[in-house]
C-alpha cells in the first residue's frame, strides 16, 4: 500500500480534541469511562490494524485473545472491498478551532468515507464523533461508519447517515464548548 498515509503533525495542540469536547459537554464521562483493559486492547488492535494495511503484520505476533477480533477486521475488509487512505491522521477544523484524529479514511463498497474502529458497545455519541472528522476533512461526498469488532470473528458496519443534524449538532457543542471556556 505505497499510497497509504499513516500519521502526521499536530498543528495546534492547545486546540481541543473531539472527545475532549463530548466529555466535557457531557456526552461521554471522558477517558475514564473505559476500563483500562479496553483501552489497551483498543490501542493494540490500532496496531494490529494498521501493520496489516501496510502489509507487514506477522500475524504469528498476535495475542491469541486478540484473534477474533482480527478475523473480524480481515472479513470487513473483503467483504467492503475497503481502500485505506488514510490511517490515524490528524485533522483539524480552521473556523471552529478543534482537532481530532481519524482512525481511517477509506473507501467502502467504492464509497469515500470516515471510519472510526471500535472494539466496545455502540454509543450514542459515535455519529458527533464521526460527524466531526468529516468537517475537518472537507472532501465533498463523504459517508460515516462506526465498524464494531466484537472479537468473535465478525463485525458489525454501523453507518451515521444523518450528517446534516449531526453536523449541526457537533457545531453548537463546539460553539457553547468554547462559549464555556471563555465565559462561565
Known amino acids: 500500500m505505497s499510497d497509504l498515509i499513516v500519521g502526521g503533525e499536530i498543528k495546534h495542540p492547545?486546540?481541543?480534541?473531539?472527545?475532549?469536547?463530548?466529555?466535557?459537554?457531557?456526552?461521554?464521562?471522558?477517558?475514564e469511562f473505559m476500563?483500562?483493559?479496553?483501552k489497551i486492547r483498543g490501542r493494540i488492535l490500532h496496531k494490529i490494524f494498521q501493520y496489516d494495511l501496510e502489509g507487514v503484520l506477522n500475524e504469528s505476533?498476535?495475542?491469541?485473545?486478540?484473534?477474533?477480533?482480527?478475523?473480524?477486521?480481515?472479513?470487513f475488509k473483503v467483504e467492503t472491498d475497503f481502500v485505506p487512505l488514510e490511517l490515524e491522521v490528524p485533522v483539524e477544523h480552521p473556523?471552529?478551532?478543534?482537532?481530532?484524529t481519524p482512525d481511517c479514511i477509506g473507501k467502502i463498497n467504492g464509497?469515500?468515507?470516515?471510519?472510526d474502529w471500535?472494539?466496545?458497545?455502540?454509543?450514542?455519541?459515535?455519529?458527533?464523533?464521526?460527524?466531526?472528522?468529516?468537517?475537518?476533512?472537507n472532501k465533498g461526498p463523504m459517508k460515516r461508519f462506526g465498524v464494531i469488532f466484537p472479537g468473535n470473528g465478525k463485525y458489525?458496519?454501523?453507518?451515521?447517515?444523518?450528517?446534516?443534524?449531526?453536523?449541526?449538532?457537533?457545531?453548537?457543542?463546539?460553539?457553547?464548548?468554547?462559549?464555556?471556556?471563555?465565559?462561565?
Not at 111 to 115: E, K, R, S, T
Not at 118 to 137: I, M, T
Request: aromatic share 14%; glycine share 8%.
Open 156 to 184: 458489525k458496519l454501523e453507518p451515521y447517515d444523518n450528517h446534516r443534524e449531526d453536523e449541526r449538532a457537533w457545531s453548537g457543542l463546539v460553539y457553547a464548548y468554547h462559549w464555556r471556556k471563555n465565559y462561565a
Open 14 to 31: 492547545d486546540w481541543p480534541r473531539v472527545t475532549a469536547v463530548l466529555a466535557e459537554m457531557g456526552f461521554i464521562a471522558g477517558v
Open 95 to 100: 473556523l471552529l478551532l478543534y482537532r481530532g
Open 118 to 137: 471500535k472494539s466496545g458497545a455502540k454509543q450514542k455519541w459515535h455519529p458527533l464523533q464521526l460527524a466531526a472528522y468529516r468537517a475537518c476533512k
Open 61 to 75: 505476533t498476535i495475542d491469541s485473545r486478540l484473534m477474533g477480533y482480527y478475523d473480524g477486521f480481515k472479513k
Open 111 to 115: 464509497d469515500l468515507a470516515v471510519i
Open 35 to 38: 476500563p483500562e483493559e479496553a
